[in-house]
């Protein structure tokens, strides 16, 4: 056998190595790619249903303040140690900005 025999047989065994490499490359980077998605769904996901129960909560702390008359302070007791004065502040005003958005998205909606 010769010298360019053996040259191209090497050549063409490690091509087929490297080949089949990189498809067992290719098929672990598309399941790790599938994965991440899977990953920043879950946790978009997730942010947005927090999002929604902290609007419902403020909610529920402004008609404690509001409209039945209690301070800060009595409602987050009423809570039973489940929200602090602070968050309490944090979710009415989150509560307040979002019935500010809401009238603006009903005339959109009118419009079309």
Not at 50 to 77: I, K, M, W
Request: aromatic letters at 4%.
């Amino acid at each position: 056998m010769s010298r360019r025999q053996d040259w191209n047989r090497a050549r063409r065994t490690a091509l087929d190595g490297q080949s089949t490499w990189r498809a067992e490359r290719k098929a672990k980077d598309d399941r790790c790619s599938a994965l991440g998605v899977q990953v920043a769904l879950a946790l978009q996901e997730r942010a947005a249903w927090v999002a929604q129960c902290e609007q419902r909560a403020g909610q529920a702390l402004t008609e404690l303040v509001e409209a039945e008359g209690l301070s800060v302070g009595e409602a987050v007791r009423w809570c039973a140690g489940t929200v602090t004065v602070a968050d309490a502040a944090r979710l009415r005003r989150l509560a307040k900005g979002a019935d500010k958005q809401q009238p603006d998205a009903d005339a959109d909606a009118g419009d079309t």
